[in-house]
C-alpha cells in the first residue's frame, strides 16, 4: 500500500509503516530535500526503480541492516525524485521509520 506525504508541510516529518517483501512506494513533498530510513526489526531495501507490489529482484537498491538508518539527499529541482520505494528484504512485514527534512 502506497505511503503518501505530499501533503504534509511541516519538517521533520517522522513517518512509521508496515512494508512488505514487495516495493512500498512513499512519495514525499517537493520541499524535502533529505531522508532517513531504517527499520529496527528488519533488514531492507530501499530504491528508486522499484514498482509499486513489485519483486526486488532485479533493481537497483541498497540494504539497509536491522537497527540501521541509511540518510538520502535528494536531488533539487527537475532532478529530484519524489517517490521512493521501500521492500523487507525477508520479514513478511515490518514496522519502517522514515524522516523528510527540509535542507
Partial sequence: ????????STFPIIKNFSA???WTD?????????ITVGCETADVY???EGTEGGSTSGV???F??????????MGRGTNQHHTFQVATK???SADVTIIIEEE
Avoid: W
Fill in 90 to 92: 525477508s520479514a513478511a
Fill in 60 to 62: 537497483g537498491k541498497a
Fill in 20 to 22: 512488505v517483501q514487495t
Fill in 64 to 73: 539497509i541492516q536491522t537497527a540501521g538508518y541509511l540518510q538520502i539527499k
Fill in 26 to 34: 512513499v512519495s514525499i513533498p517537493p520541499k524535502g530535500r533529505t
Fill in 1 to 8: 500500500m502506497a505511503q503518501n506525504y505530499q501533503s504534509v
Fill in 46 to 48: 530501499i530504491s528508486f
